[in-house]
């Protein structure tokens, strides 16, 4: 399985954007996709998952009520939709897939490219 992530861009503060991770290869209803993003200087961060199965999400509280997983079955592709965005939102945003349902970053393999989020102020 290849991930590949897109729809990064510049935003205001307040604006949205919906980043896309396209699936290339064969994901399995027990996989889990998850969304990550890396801050210069600062560790890789967890934002959510999503099963590719069931489409049952989480999210990180720091997110929660601002972005949302999802995920499309027939376009092979996960979303994550950002709302009332911030200038710490601003980051490398990352899709990677695991085996299991886990927020920690050790669990994932079969990491894309990121996608560049800058949100100005």
């Known amino acids: 399985v290849q991930l590949q992530a897109s729809g990064g861009g510049l935003v205001q503060t307040g604006g949205s954007l919906r980043l896309s991770c396209a699936v290339s290869?064969?994901?399995?209803?027990?996989?889990?996709l998850g969304w990550f993003r890396q801050a210069p200087g600062k560790e890789r961060e967890f934002v959510g998952l999503v099963r590719w199965g069931s489409g049952s999400a989480y999210h990180a509280d720091s997110v929660k009520g601002r972005f949302t997983i999802s995920r499309d079955k027939a376009e092979n592709t996960v979303y994550l939709q950002m709302i009332s965005l911030k200038p710490e939102d601003t980051a490398v945003y990352y899709c990677?897939?695991?085996?299991?349902?886990?927020?920690?970053?050790?669990?994932?393999?079969?990491w894309g490219q990121g996608t560049l989020v800058t949100v100005s102020s």
């Open positions: 290869g064969r994901a399995y209803s027990s996989h889990v």
């Open positions: 990677a897939l695991s085996n299991g349902w886990s927020t920690a970053a050790r669990e994932y393999r079969n």
